[in-house]
C-alpha cells in the first residue's frame, strides 16, 4: 500500500503559476472582448436615436404639410430661397446597463434639413383646346435629414431621405 501512495503526485508550483497565467490571459481577453461589445452596443443605439429623431423631424414636417415648405416661406431676408435649415440640439437619454452598474447615456444630436427645390417635383401640363403653354403643379418636395452626434472623440452621422406630398 505504501508503494502506491508513494507514486500519486499532485501539482508543482511550476505548474500552478502556468495555469494562473493562462487564466490571467484569457480574463484579460475576455474583458477586451466586453469592452469592445460595450461600444457597439452604444454606438448602435446611439445611430438607432438619430434615427428616430430624423423621422421625427419628417413626420413634423409632414403633418404640417406641404404648403408649410412653399418657396415663399422658405426666402430669407435677402430674398434668396434659404433650402437648409440648422435645428436646435435635441437631446435623448436612456436608461441602460451596458456594464456592471446601471447607468444613464446622454446623446446630444445635432439636425440639419434640406428641402429640395420646387423645380424636382413639378408637374407641366399644356391643352391645345385652351391653347395655354402649360401649368405647373408641385406635388410634393423631398427633405434631407443629416443627424450627428458625438462618439469617442469622432462625430457620427446619418441622412435620412423623405418626401412630402
Not at 500519486?8 to 469592452?35: D, H, P, R, S, T
Not at 456594464?99 to 446630444?108: A, D, I, Q, R
Request: glycine share 8%.
Amino acid at each position: 500500500m505504501g508503494k502506491f501512495f508513494k507514486n500519486k503526485q499532485g501539482f508543482g508550483i511550476v505548474e500552478a503559476l502556468i495555469a494562473a497565467a493562462v487564466l490571467g490571459i484569457l480574463y484579460v481577453a475576455i474583458l477586451n472582448l466586453q469592452g469592445g461589445n460595450r461600444d457597439a452596443l452604444l454606438r448602435i443605439r446611439g445611430r438607432d436615436g438619430a434615427t428616430e429623431v430624423a423621422q421625427n423631424i419628417i413626420d413634423s414636417l409632414g403633418s404640417l404639410g406641404l404648403a408649410s415648405l412653399s418657396d415663399d416661406k422658405l426666402k430669407n431676408a435677402a430674398g434668396d430661397v434659404e433650402y437648409t435649415k440648422a435645428l436646435p440640439p435635441i437631446t435623448r437619454t436612456w436608461d441602460g446597463q451596458p456594464g456592471v452598474l446601471p447607468n444613464k447615456m446622454t446623446v446630444v444630436y445635432n439636425a440639419e434639413v434640406t428641402v429640395s427645390p420646387d423645380a424636382d417635383y413639378m408637374a407641366k401640363t399644356s391643352s391645345l383646346l385652351l391653347n395655354t403653354d402649360s401649368a405647373s403643379h408641385v406635388y410634393a418636395k423631398r427633405l434631407d435629414v443629416k443627424v450627428s452626434w458625438h462618439f469617442k472623440n469622432s462625430v457620427q452621422s446619418i441622412t435620412v431621405s423623405g418626401v412630402i406630398r
